[in-house]
């Protein structure tokens, strides 16, 4: 158990004790020369296993800057860790890596290893390259070496959106094969442009271990970033279905969710943020469609920042106000989690309003989840069949006191355009896994 200050005011200040997954025993050996690296193993759009446990990983492109505090004072690496197993990307742009950015990587390092930060490296210059390319090859390999071993290494990051960017899939052999023979315990993640179709993207396929897709719907007018007809905020779910399609339904899939982007920040935009409702929305809609972990793109983006976020180097205001709220029924510690982190459930469930709905069964332990959201369809009732019979009501999750009943494993509920709802039933038997 991990406990951490939080000042609310000059005078006043509330310890708040919490338990924190894996996160907590890699701080605490921050400082050991011989600890391990941490093992990320992932399998066919199932849940991703670290260090031997189910994990939902949250992360942050990009989180704060190394060194830097929250608004209440604590460490910013500590106090995002708190959620549960979380990362952030660390990013070089194509021509920067040399020794000054390795230093940066490596402050940031040590700092994830002290406050149960994970990080993603992310190096432009080494993620497509050329047969023949020795030099690079070398480079590569150098820092798989030095890195690869770090506690605090998380996953490899491939080349972002080479879809989108004309970059040939087989270019992303060597960085693919390099990496695998030389660090088999972290996995590679791609994230492609919401732009392309499933046979476009089924070539790249090949060369990651993790699909995702970055798409920030919310927007003036809505669903600019969007490349499809639909503009509305159910575009996550379409793309959240086309990734998991483009790997065969073999590999893992997260997807890349809005804090801010620049096509709201820059210059004759109109800058906006989505909702609560629409981030928790967003959120859901994304699990309902594979997604086994989420990343949270912008909290760093300047334009995006107020005065007093400004000085701290990242959108503090927006986590605390919109997107805390929502990861806090996704931590380790939610009576949610064991289903985030559960495979599909064998149970064949259907519902009346199947087009207008996302939703997703899951089971653990003595429990049946059901994770449903409406897209824009108008408020109605929504009846859902096929739910073990001898279920007769349950919790509305994070809607407490609210419960449910069910009918001959019949549920039928009132939902609202954008609405979640988040079911969990207790059972009296296993039949349904």
């Known amino acids: 158990m991990t406990c951490r200050e939080r000042r609310i005011g000059p005078e006043l200040i509330i310890y708040q004790c919490l338990f924190l997954t894996l996160s907590v025993f890699i701080a605490a050996a921050a400082d050991a020369p011989a600890a391990a690296a941490t093992r990320v193993q992932t399998g066919a759009h199932e849940a991703f296993i670290v260090n031997g446990a189910p994990t939902f990983p949250i992360g942050f492109t990009s989180g704060p800057p190394t060194g830097t505090a929250t608004p209440n004072g604590e460490n910013a690496m500590h106090y995002l860790a708190g959620e549960g197993h979380v990362f952030q990307l660390w990013y070089c742009r194509n ?220 959108n503090w205001t927006f986590y605390d106000r919109i997107l805390r709220p929502v990861l806090d029924e996704l931590r380790p510690d939610s009576p949610l989690y064991p289903a985030l982190v559960a495979p599909d459930s064998k149970l064949h469930i259907s519902s009346d309003a199947d087009g207008a709905m996302d939703y997703v069964i899951r089971e653990a332990g003595d429990y049946v989840y059901l994770l449903a959201s409406r897209r824009e369809a108008a408020t109605a009732q929504v009846t859902f069949n096929g739910l073990l019979p001898d279920l007769e009501e349950g919790d509305v999750l994070f809607e407490s006191p609210r419960r449910v009943k069910l009918s001959n494993g019949t549920l039928t509920d009132w939902f609202g355009p954008h609405e979640v709802h988040v079911y969990r039933f207790r059972r009296t038997s296993h039949g349904g896994s």
């Open 95 to 314: 021509g920067a890596w040399g020794p000054q950015k390795e230093a940066e990587l490596d402050a940031l390092l040590r700092e994830a290893n002290q406050q149960g930060m994970h990080v993603v490296i992310s190096i432009a210059e080494l993620q497509h390259i050329k047969p023949g390319d020795t030099a690079r090859v070398a480079e590569l390999q150098r820092v798989v070496k030095k890195y690869g071993e770090n506690p605090a290494v998380f996953f490899w990051k491939g080349e972002d959106e080479p879809q989108w960017g004309k970059i040939p899939a087989d270019d992303l052999r060597t960085y693919y094969d390099t990496i695998h023979a030389l660090d088999p315990s972290h996995p590679i993640w791609i994230t492609q442009a919401p732009r392309g179709t499933v046979a476009d993207w089924k070539p790249y396929s090949a060369f990651f271990d993790i699909g995702a897709v970055d798409i920030y719907p919310v927007s003036y007018p809505p669903g600019t970033h969007s490349g499809t007809e639909n503009r509305e905020l159910s575009v996550v779910g379409d793309y959240a279905k086309r990734i998991a399609e483009s790997t065969d339904f073999r590999k893992p899939t997260m997807m890349v969710l809005q804090i801010c982007w620049s096509g709201v920040a820059k210059p004759g935009k109109t800058l906006r943020f989505p909702t609560f409702a629409e981030e928790r929305y967003m959120t859901y809609q994304a699990i309902a469609n594979g997604a086994r972990g989420l990343v949270y793109f912008g909290g760093n983006v300047a334009p995006c920042l107020n005065e007093r976020d400004a000085a701290y180097g990242w």
